[in-house]
């Protein structure tokens, strides 16, 4: 389960549009069959501009786009009678070089990003696992936060970098 944003429970003011989200990093949850949560937030850092931000969340969906398209390429070169090594070598080509311009494209935003995970059981409630998801998840709320209140107009863009700069700073330390 992947979560990006909480969306406003306010209606926004009348005369103003609701502001495109923020591409200020992602929360990413996963809960395995036995009650393990592994969380990963991740903070962009807020000097880093808006199109490298939006490179970087490109990258993190490439896998799963770029599978979806050798898929129907494949299919499209089996309906033209094309050699099915050839297919996959061409295939494999571009995959592995799009993936590798996404990557070097993104590196120094991946760098810059501020990471917190955590991980543990959701029968515990206390120690060191909770004590470190507990931070996860109020970092990840003060951000989600912060960009409901911008996209809904209640914030203004000085305010919401305010709040950016303090969560990326407090992921950091």
């Given at each position: 389960?992947?979560?990006?944003?909480?969306?406003?429970q306010?209606?926004?003011p009348?005369?103003?549009?609701r502001r495109?989200?923020?591409?200020w990093?992602?929360?990413?949850?996963?809960v395995?069959r036995?009650?393990?949560?592994?969380?990963e937030?991740?903070?962009?850092?807020?000097?880093?501009s808006?199109?490298?931000?939006?490179?970087?969340?490109?990258?993190?969906?490439?896998?799963?786009?770029?599978?979806?398209v050798?898929?129907?390429a494949?299919i499209?070169?089996?309906?033209?009678?094309?050699?099915?090594?050839?297919?996959?070598l061409?295939?494999?080509?571009?995959?592995?070089?799009?993936?590798?311009?996404?990557?070097r494209?993104?590196?120094a935003?991946r760098?810059?990003?501020?990471?917190?995970s955590?991980?543990?059981?959701?029968?515990?409630?206390?120690?060191?696992?909770?004590?470190?998801?507990?931070r996860?998840?109020?970092?990840?709320?003060?951000?989600?936060h912060?960009?409901?209140s911008?996209?809904?107009g209640?914030?203004?863009?000085?305010?919401?970098?305010?709040?950016?700069?303090?969560?990326?700073a407090h992921a950091?330390?």
């Amino acid at each position: 389960m992947e979560q990006r944003f909480t969306p406003s429970q306010h209606g926004h003011p009348a005369g103003t549009a609701r502001r495109a989200r923020p591409s200020w990093g992602y929360l990413s949850r996963s809960v395995s069959r036995y009650g393990v949560v592994s969380s990963e937030l991740v903070i962009y850092s807020p000097d880093v501009s808006e199109s490298d931000r939006r490179w970087a969340e490109a990258s993190r969906s490439y896998g799963a786009v770029a599978a979806g398209v050798a898929l129907l390429a494949w299919i499209g070169f089996a309906a033209a009678g094309i050699s099915p090594l050839v297919a996959i070598l061409v295939i494999a080509g571009v995959a592995v070089l799009v993936g590798l311009l996404l990557a070097r494209r993104t590196r120094a935003v991946r760098r810059g990003a501020a990471r917190v995970s955590a991980c543990g059981s959701l029968l515990l409630a206390y120690g060191p696992d909770h004590d470190a998801q507990r931070r996860l998840d109020a970092l990840a709320e003060t951000m989600q936060h912060a960009s409901a209140s911008y996209r809904a107009g209640e914030l203004d863009q000085q305010g919401f970098e305010r709040i950016w700069r303090a969560t990326y700073a407090h992921a950091q330390a």
